[in-house]
């Protein structure tokens, strides 16, 4: 019988893109130049820097949020996170696409989130003001028995339901939501912006946000593959208040 | 102490609407009448039933996909359903608008769902395919008593970290995905057939769906809110083969 | 022979509408009391004013920027505005549903725009920062001369085709932008003030727009029934900035 | 001066993608294989033929209107086609991103669309069952030389009135909407299936659409360029009725 898997992490990679700080530019240039923007086009190395003049017109486009320059770009991430993470990802409807491993067509794997030590366990304060603490030795001790004792428990139940010629889609209703569930996301530069402003905390935010820590450690991950292939688009949005435009 | 309740049903209750089969008729009839729409406004009775010429109109709008004239209404649902059909329901982006109970904010209850007899829970072919069977008396039986098992010893850990001072957010990571949840939903005439068309098994539809059980059962619920508040509309979706325009 | 007929108006309509600021509270409570939000459902007065409990909770969401609940609710707007007005109208595409008079299946009408004398003529400065200025006479004069010459040029073409039996699509080509169009319009809270935020131009805007005058005039309109309809709200956009939450 | 230039066709150029049949297969297998499916994205070699197997999944997604892993790619077009056939492009509002040539901040060209002889002029028939006839040989002069005559008036006084210093956006109000624009256009294989769907008119559809020829002849060039980058999808659509799933 297959024994219980446990995991502390966040699984993101970056599958295909097409990403680059030019194309914002050129975006932005056509309500200026109309079809001459053609020209620019062939003119530019799109894998090189952008020039001075172009970090400039991004900056410009951030910081007054002329939105629709920032969406002719691409993302796709294949994720492994556990289910209370994917509810919190699968909110954000608006420039992001899913397609995610089902519980009805196959059968789950025995694969669990356990936080580790550095995740703050727990809450002080009231809702909307919340703040997290490491907990002490006993409560991470308690935690971690706790949640190895009901993926255990879940586990068989549901390993035992399908031996004994139950749906998937039935036998999977006792597993937790710390399951891991892998996902294709496929997103833009401005819906990622989006995502980024609200999933992350930051003391450059103009809008300050108060995340999950999971979905913060995937929005980070996110976030460094968005400052390899659009450095001048995420550092205008980092001087700018970290605000989508 | 707290125990597990279970609960087969779910529950969907509608709080709010402006729908009417009217406004579909005046928003198809802006296109050759512009300006002048709003003589037509003025004249009709908009809660008695729409005349048979524009009953006539909304079936060819609907035939013929023209699917706009169905977005100017909106529905407000409160529903409580566990957190598999939550997950489902989420899944829809466009003309869906959603707020649900947060397990970071509050303290979840001890509300689990439990098949109730007449659902279905062997399944039989392959994906894309399967064909659902209520199932033995034993097979019945021994769901019923993994599904109460599981809940009750998830549900404990729960309480039991809460009781040690654990956030609300990490505790209820043992909870199972049949952990009911309450939402409000909004959506338009349009998003909601769309919704439909996907989540019921009809015979009379067109492009045949195969969804869960309990999404369905929602679902129905739904549209026996709409065929009374939209009945002409409601009618010509279903004689349409269920396809939303 | 019809002749040409100028305006200088927007004409906007509240047509039906769903929008209280009870909703807001009440989405925004779903979160921290699940199913038993139902109860405050039955306790309020919907049509009265929201007490201050709850005027401070509406607040605080729409300076955190937490958006969702303020999607539960629906505005139709029947508009009559010239083409080029329409046109950034229709670039708002999340939350905003239209249906528009077709130029392929309907006659239009010769109605025209012809600008004001309160409405700026000349434009100082650079793309992204400029000012407008009324004009001289001698400018208003002749841009009013102008217009009307084209207008009445063009109609006249329109008609001559039409008469000769050249399809509506094809003689609406010769019609300037300035012709007046029809249309119905659907939003929700939400989607209402973020085209408020990006199409007014107000001291108290934390991120400032440069809206056409044209379209500023239809948005205050339409900010006017805002603010009737969900008073707290729409104070709370407004002393945050007016930065869509 | 500038005089009016003449033109009969849409100009419709890709500039960049990433799009791939492969991407459609992956998106659909994460269902079944969950994380597993990283081991097929590397196996596979992404720009050769798909294999048959996969050829079939698509068409079943295709039949069976599984629409998501149709949305892991994208398409951005730059194109310059008249005001006219550009204000119904823009009606598309999901999966579709534009950055548009400015009237309010740029110079317009003299450029304007004039029917091709291949271009039916007259229309028989009602609303949503019209038939297009090519037109007699005067009614073809005719409509020459009035849309040659209405450009050339109105462009001379729009030139007339920058000279005098009037705002961009005032002068152009004259313009006709067969004036030319451009803009870039982002879009994902399902939008981009949406928009061919109601924007062709083809034999094999299962719901016909009566789309304007001008912007047909744009969504045929869009066609050629999905068909070339992604063709075993291109074929699932056409095979099955061109209902975008």
Redesign the interface.
Known sequence: MTTAEFDSEM?V?L????ASDY?VV???R??????R??EF?AQNNWDGPVPKADAGLIN?LMK??HG??F????F?F?V?V???V??EL??H??G???????????Q??AHF?M?AEH?????VGK??H?V?EP?SLS?IE??HL??W???N??WD?YA??LD???????A?????????????I?C?PRSLMHFLS?RTKDEFST??SYP?QEIEWMARMMETEFARLMPVTCEAFCKNGR?AP
């Open positions: 699984h990679e599958i295909q893109h097409e194309m050129h975006a932005a056509v309500s200026t130049l109309g079809d923007v053609a086009e410009f007054n949020r629709t320059p969406e002719h770009g691409m796709t294949r492994c556990p289910i209370f994917m509810r699968h909110r409807r608006v992001f696409s899913y397609n995610e491993e089902s519980g009805r067509y196959k789950l794997d989130y936080p995740r703050a366990l727990t809450q809702p909307g919340y997290y907990g409560q308690q935690t706790e949640i004792d009901v993926c428990h879940a139940a035992r339901m004994d010629g139950i749906a998937k889609e039935v999977r209703m006792v597993l937790p939501v710390n399951t891991y569930s892998s996902c294709y496929t833009n609200l809008f300050p999950m605000v």
